[in-house]
T-cell receptor, first 114, second 108 residues
């Protein structure tokens, strides 16, 4: 079964450092998303990406965040200067359509900012 | 951000029983609705989606949608211990807006 692959599975970083989270989407999927889940809280939308540009972003996705698809396969989320409150699980999700009928989530990256 | 509300639970059911999960949503214009299962520390897994009013069945799972009442539910029949997880309701508006989830525990 096709799957979305995320690396690393766990990242520990010092406050103020930059981190890059990586995702390899399912090959025929066109729509890419990042979500995050702070421990004990609900899954929250960060950003959607289609045709090499951001389609929509939430209030959480401020200037410290960026996304790109540098090589046509990986889909990355960069946090420029991490804060303690960025500690969360970050999930990449991909879908072949905007209706998310076949949206699959990666296994997640647990980001811990110390 | 569309609001999605779920009973927080936890919901405890005996093995073999029916677990009933409820979800309401705020935007009357919402068109598609998803149920995901999330085991502790893992990512959400899609169970099923529903677009039309009425019932949709997939194995032991049945989703029910009532757009007039802005209500969607999930029934799990013949509950198994492996069904113990948090169940997430989500509304799609070209991104998924999730509820906080209902934790289900199936007692053997």
């Amino acid at each position: 079964e096709p799957e979305v692959t995320q690396t690393p599975s766990h990242q520990v970083t010092q406050m103020g450092q930059e981190v890059i989270l990586r995702c390899v989407p399912i090959s025929n999927h066109l729509y890419f998303y990042w979500y995050r889940q702070i421990l004990g809280q609900k899954v929250e939308f960060l950003v959607s990406f289609y045709n090499n540009e951001i389609s929509e972003k939430s209030e959480i996705f401020d200037d410290q965040f960026s996304v790109e698809r540098p090589d046509g396969s990986n889909f990355t989320l960069k946090i420029r200067s991490t804060k303690l409150e960025d500690s969360a699980m970050y999930f990449c999700a991909t879908s072949w359509d905007r209706d998310n009928t076949e949206a699959f989530f990666g296994q997640g990256t647990r980001l811990t900012v110390v | 951000q569309k609001e999605v509300e779920q009973n927080s639970g936890p919901l405890s059911v005996p093995e073999g029983a029916i677990a009933s999960l409820n979800c309401t949503y705020s935007d009357r214009g919402s068109q598609s609705f998803f149920w995901y299962r999330q085991y502790s520390g893992k990512s959400p897994e899609l169970i099923m989606f529903i677009y039309s009013n009425g019932d949709k069945e997939d194995g032991r799972f049945t989703a029910q949608l009532n757009k007039a009442s802005q209500y969607v539910s999930l029934l799990i029949r013949d509950s198994q211990p492996s069904d113990s997880a948090t169940y997430l309701c989500a509304v799609n508006d070209y991104k998924l807006s999730f509820g906080a989830g209902t934790t289900v525990t199936v007692r053997a």
